[in-house]
């Protein structure tokens, strides 16, 4: 993101990274932290967020923070491996991640060729942020 900050092909990336454990969270916490982060990300102006999200709880609580997000007027697109779980949840711009623990990374392959992978999920990311969400 740093790199295309400084290419100008996005705009501003925000200074903090955001961090919860999703892991047995209930849903009703996740909501709630997502509102809360929702009010943070507005006032400091933040105009988008990409979340990504592990196993299969921590995507289903990443899923809640998005729709908070969402609602609260900030796309979010969820990098995730447990894709079904985010949509069920209810995250309309679900990026297939490349794992269930490392959704942006391979620890298999060479540095050049995972930053390569990264690029290409950021980018996915990216594109499902400028797309519109229809509801069904």
């Not at 903090?16 to 009010?39: C, D, H, V, W, Y």
């Not at 995730?80 to 949509?87: C, G, H």
């Not at 269930?100 to 990374?105: A, E, Q």
Request: hydrophobic fraction near 40%; charged fraction near 25%.
């Amino acid at each position: 993101l740093r790199e295309l900050e400084e290419a100008g092909a996005i705009g501003k990336v925000y200074e903090e990274f955001l961090s919860t454990s999703g892991l047995a969270n209930p849903i009703a916490n996740s909501r709630r932290l997502g509102q809360e982060m929702a009010k943070k990300l507005k006032s400091a102006g933040v105009d988008a967020v990409i979340l990504t999200s592990t196993w299969g709880t921590s995507t289903r609580s990443g899923a809640a923070i998005t729709v908070e997000l969402e609602k609260a007027g900030i796309p979010v697109a969820q990098v995730t491996a447990v894709t079904p779980v985010a949509r069920m949840v209810g995250s309309n711009r679900v990026v297939q991640g490349k794992g269930i623990v490392y959704p942006l990374g391979d620890a298999e392959i060479s540095n050049d060729d995972e930053k390569a992978l990264r690029r290409d999920i950021v980018q996915q990311a990216l594109d499902a942020l400028s797309s519109e969400v229809s509801e069904t």
